[in-house]
């Protein structure tokens, strides 16, 4: 029996691959990360909910035509089972090359699916989070002054 490739063999490997994506501004290469479903979806920072491949273009083709945006992971739990992982992140957002300090820090789920392409997203919930809700990478609830590199 046929062994097929895997693109992404690690679910790391997808996130790190849409964090890249949406610094290159490459709508394309963020949507080919998602699972060929239309109950895929998305909600964004301001409480948008997207649902479906076609909304899910329009939004990502839309952000980045404006602007790229940096993605820096403050602090990351991950949870694995059998086909599916899931990531919950607070992370520090920036839309200017030149901006030191980050435009927004966002609280985000990221739930991938295994499939025979490797991993895809099958779901991203972002929420904001004020500078106080941050919390050190160790867990002690420290606030977390934080500036992009």
């Not at 993605?71 to 901006?99: H, K, P, W, Y």
Request: hydrophobic residues 40%; glycine residues 4%.
């Amino acid at each position: 029996m046929p062994r097929f490739a895997r693109l992404f063999e690690a679910a790391e490997d997808t996130l790190e691959s849409f964090r890249e994506a949406m610094k290159r501004r490459d709508a394309e290469a963020v949507l080919r990360l998602w699972l060929d479903d239309e109950s895929v979806s998305c909600i964004l920072p301001d409480g948008q909910r997207v649902v479906g491949l076609e909304r899910l273009r329009t939004v990502f083709t839309t952000l980045l035509e404006n602007q790229p945006v940096w993605i820096e992971t403050v602090g990351i739990e991950s949870t694995s089972t059998l086909g599916v992982s899931v990531f919950q992140a607070t992370e520090a957002m920036r839309f200017n090359l030149d901006a030191i300090e980050a435009d927004l820090y966002v609280h985000t789920t990221y739930v991938l699916m295994q499939n025979h392409e490797g991993w895809r997203f099958s779901h991203i919930h972002c929420s904001p989070a004020s500078e106080t809700q941050l919390v050190s990478a160790d867990g002690i609830g420290t606030p977390v002054r934080h500036s992009m590199h």
